[in-house]
């Protein structure tokens, strides 16, 4: 028996369901993130980032007072974080008149994830600017520069003592002398023994009047250039002569 075909016209009065359409399908698999997603990155499969070399640096103590012909030591600590090698150190910001100088050297080996140490030291003159420096420590290596900082102050003053035992012997000055023009000049007597300042400088450095015990100082500012000698008036300039030049 023939079955009538039917015609458009009645198709397109059928209700959706009566027509089934076939499913389309790609050949690259489903997107579920399933094995054929081979292109996908993972974090957990890359290797852990190297680390980086570092270091840094510190000082102590970071401010110092001092007066004239003195010197300041500070301590400078270099710590490493995943490296070793040479740290080149240099000083910057050190008044002319005074002279920096790092020990053992200035290039020092820093041991890997471990710390290395040198000193700085201030040297200051007795004719020396006295002023406040901002010190920088400036470090310089493969993994870059660091800086730490320190202050040093210098009073505008120089202090001698007469020490004990001094009184029947060489009293301990230094023969020669220089001083910057404004300086004060503090003789203090440290021994059991009197003893007083014989100047033959004039106005601009008098001689003590009176001898002073110990604990005791004589206190002068050199009013003029030029130079100035003195020593123990109670005791003669066979116990030592010192020549004073201010500048």
Do not use: K
Request: hydrophobic share 35%.
């Amino acid at each position: 028996m023939r079955i009538p075909s039917l015609s458009l016209a009645v198709l397109l009065t059928l209700p959706l369901s009566a027509c089934t359409v076939g499913e389309i399908t790609s050949g690259g698999g489903d997107d579920t993130g399933g094995d054929d997603d081979i292109g996908d990155d993972d974090p957990g499969d890359s290797p852990d980032a190297a680390p980086v070399p570092s270091y840094a640096i510190a000082v102590t103590p970071p401010a110092q007072t001092t007066d004239l012909g003195t010197e300041l030591r500070y301590t400078v600590v270099l710590s490493s974080s995943n490296f070793s090698g040479v740290v080149d150190l240099a000083a910057t910001g050190v008044p002319e008149s005074w002279t920096a100088t790092f020990s053992p050297s200035a290039a020092i080996t820093v041991p890997l994830d471990g710390t290395a140490t040198a000193e700085l030291v201030v040297t200051v003159p007795t004719d020396a600017e006295a002023t406040t420096a901002a010190i920088a420590i400036d470090a310089t290596a493969a993994p870059g520069e660091r800086v730490a900082s320190a202050s040093a102050t210098v009073n505008n003053q120089l202090v001698l003592e007469w020490g004990v035992g001094t009184g029947g012997g060489n009293h301990g000055f230094p023969g020669n002398l220089a001083l910057r023009l404004g300086a004060t000049l503090h003789i203090r007597n440290g021994d059991t023994t009197q003893h007083r300042v014989h100047s033959d400088g004039g106005p601009g450095f008098p001689h003590q009047e009176t001898s002073i015990g110990q604990g005791q100082e004589y206190v002068v500012i050199p009013g003029d250039v030029g130079g100035y000698r003195f020593y123990c008036h109670d005791h003669g300039d066979g116990t030592g002569v010192t020549n004073l030049t201010v500048q």
